[in-house]
């Protein structure tokens, strides 16, 4: 991995959370009928610390899901190695409620076309907000994020990589140099 600079530290992150979580809450005047949906991997992780959040500033837990889309992906079947498939953890209606999609990164879109495939196998949701930690532009659909923690504009050559304390060793983001792998 080479790494060209730490963009976002473990207090950086915590403010992140805190501002967006903040913004969630205004946006959508309160908490009712809202519903957290954490994308996995690092997604799911980035839900919980908002509704951890949340559950601080109004009081009230939210109902929180996790989204596997792994079986939505367009490149699903074009892949060469199997993909890592795992289960969707969603115990609640979503009909009528307000979706807050949450994932750790921006990138084409393709992803969030995936899960909102997903999500409407679920039922009808009033609405659907897109919330991402970091926003890296080059967008292959026309999708953008409603709530945004940081833009990074990046090259090709460059990926943004999230590193979280409940699935890595430590809170950060990178930038990462991809163009000599």
């Known amino acids: 991995m080479d790494v060209k600079a730490k963009l976002i530290d473990e207090n950086g992150l915590q403010r992140i959370i805190t501002r967006m979580s903040h913004e969630i ?24 610390r908002i509704f951890d959040k ?23 079947r074009t892949r060469l190695k ?29 992803t969030v076309r995936s899960a909102l495939d997903a999500l409407m196998d679920l039922g009808r949701p009033s609405t659907i907000q897109l919330c991402v930690l970091v926003d890296r532009g080059h967008r292959e659909l026309p999708i953008r994020a409603d709530y945004v923690g940081k833009n990074i504009p990046t090259s090709i050559n ?21 163009k000599d792998q």
């Open 25 to 48: 809450l205004e946006r959508n005047k309160g908490s009712i009928n809202l519903i957290l949906m954490g994308m996995r991997t690092r997604g799911e992780y980035l839900a919980k």
């Open 158 to 178: 460059e990926e943004v990589k999230v590193r979280l304390i409940e699935h890595d060793d430590e809170d950060a983001v990178y930038l990462i140099d991809t």
């Open 54 to 76: 949340i559950k601080e500033i109004e009081n009230i837990e939210l109902p929180l899901g996790i989204l596997d889309v792994t079986l939505y992906r367009d490149d699903f």
């Open 82 to 110: 199997q993909p890592e498939v795992s289960v969707s953890n969603i115990t609640f209606d979503v009909t009528d409620k307000h979706i807050i999609l949450i994932d750790d990164v921006l990138y084409t879109g393709r």
